[in-house]
């Protein structure tokens, strides 16, 4: 993660929060010139974690495509009710540990 400012998560639409630069393409998928997108430090952590690097930038290579995963919108809604400050701990999916 890199490059933080605060602002508005693009993917959970929470304000005033942390903000790191992903890349909706990995790097070392190719994606180093690619677009990305702008999200809060606790929905970052929540993508790594659930998905490899592989399956993020074949499947899941754009916001919509991210909001629109069944895994991921379960984290969504609950994280948009959260306060700003909040920073969550996250762990390796069991399918991603295999």
Not at 8 to 23: M, N
Not at 66 to 82: M, P, T
Request: charged share 30%; with cysteine.
């Amino acid at each position: 993660m890199a490059k933080q400012t605060a602002g508005i998560c693009e993917l959970c639409g929470r304000s005033d929060v942390q903000l790191t630069e992903h890349h909706l393409t990995p790097k070392e998928e190719g994606g180093t010139f690619l677009p990305t997108a702008m999200l809060c430090i606790p929905c970052h952590k929540q993508i790594h974690a659930l998905y490899t690097n592989q399956e993020l930038a074949v499947r899941l290579n754009g916001i919509d495509e991210l909001r629109s995963d069944l895994k991921l919108a379960r984290f969504v809604k609950w994280i948009r009710k959260q306060p700003p400050e909040k920073l969550i701990k996250t762990k390796k999916s069991n399918e991603r540990k295999k």
